[in-house]
């Protein structure tokens, strides 16, 4: 089946100590997201890549970089991670316009990773 | 400002009574608007999606929701709540250029 994998699930991290987070996609979507979300709060969208022209949300920190190398995979660095950074990170995947029956707008989610800050 | 409201941050039912989630919108132009559910530890999963035309639209798991544009609504209903329903439901707006815009989310827990 088509998805949305995120690596690893679960990350621990020191306090300082650079992070990356994965995602990869099998749906050949040309957009992909990187949403931070805190305990019973929602998800808050940090950047987006269409294709390859990257778009920062403007309260981003500076401490959360994203690398798209090819189609299917993003990344997620956090340079030096605090104990505010401790989040479930989601990646998300959307196609515009319509192709072969893929619709326009609605995300596609993978699982998350749980990022703890020691 | 576009916004989402979800006025009610848990709700309570029992299994196999009828729910309605709240969801009300800030939008200029005609909304595309959806509903998302995230089951504990896991991210979100679309339920269903409204873009244009009938006004009811249907979804998986049995859900429905009515867009109401003289309410700024989009709520979200099932006739029968199983125990596998709980979860946190997340309805979205997007506001186009890659900006979708999500509610606090209302937390559902079921009883036996």
């Known amino acids: 089946d088509a998805m949305v994998i995120q690596n690893p699930r679960y990350q621990v991290t020191q306090f300082g100590k650079p992070v990356t987070l994965s995602c990869s996609q099998t749906?050949?979507?040309?957009?992909m997201y990187w949403y931070q979300q805190k305990s019973s709060q929602a998800p808050k969208l940090l950047f987006h890549y269409y294709d390859k022209d990257f778009n920062n949300e403007a309260d981003t920190p500076d401490n959360f970089q994203s690398r798209r190398p090819n189609t299917s995979f993003c990344f997620l660095d956090i340079r030096s991670p605090g104990l505010g950074d401790a989040a479930m990170y989601l990646c998300?995947?959307?196609?515009?316009?319509?192709?072969?029956?893929?619709?326009?707008?609605?995300?596609?989610f993978g699982p998350g990773t749980r990022l703890t800050v020691t | 400002a576009q916004s989402v409201t979800q006025p009610d941050i848990h709700i309570t039912v029992s299994e196999g009574a009828s729910l309605e989630l709240r969801c009300n919108y800030s939008?200029?132009?005609?909304?595309?608007l959806f509903w998302y559910v995230q089951s504990p530890g896991q991210g979100l999963q679309l339920l269903l999606k409204y873009f244009s035309g009938d006004t009811l639209v249907q979804g998986i798991k049995g859900f429905e929701a009515e867009f109401k544009r003289s309410q700024s609504s989009f709520n979200l209903r099932k006739p029968s709540v199983h125990w596998s329903d709980a979860a946190e439901y997340f309805c979205a707006v997007d506001t186009g250029g890659f900006k979708t815009i999500f509610g606090a989310g209302t937390r559902l827990f079921v009883k036996a």
């Open positions: 939008y200029g132009a005609t909304p595309y």
């Open positions: 998300a995947t959307s196609a515009l316009g319509t192709s072969g029956g893929l619709s326009s707008y609605e995300q596609y």
């Open positions: 749906l050949n979507h040309n957009v």
